[in-house]
């Protein structure tokens, strides 16, 4: 039973659909809490900040969130490449 949990965890595919599964989960769930944490700061913890600098603040910050999940999502394509190209 052991070699073939051992085979399963060593299988590409199975890394791969792993991999994109845990992506695609990130790539739902950060944006949630960006939105959460975003809003709660602007609302409660910067009060002192002009309507201007919360705008700046949510858009530094998403262009930050979607800089992360894309650098996120290339790491996987350059794997998937060469895992394809071998």
Known sequence: MSQNHYAMEQNPVSQTVRGAF???VLT???PVFWVSLTLLYVAFWAPSFSFFQDVVL?????LAMVGA???MWI???IRLYHRWID
């Not at 949510?58 to 998403?62: D, K, N, R």
């Open 22 to 24: 845990l992506r695609v």
């Open 75 to 77: 790491a996987f394509g």
């Open 58 to 62: 949510v858009i530094v910050s998403l």
């Open 28 to 30: 739902v769930l950060i």
């Open 69 to 71: 999940i894309v650098v």
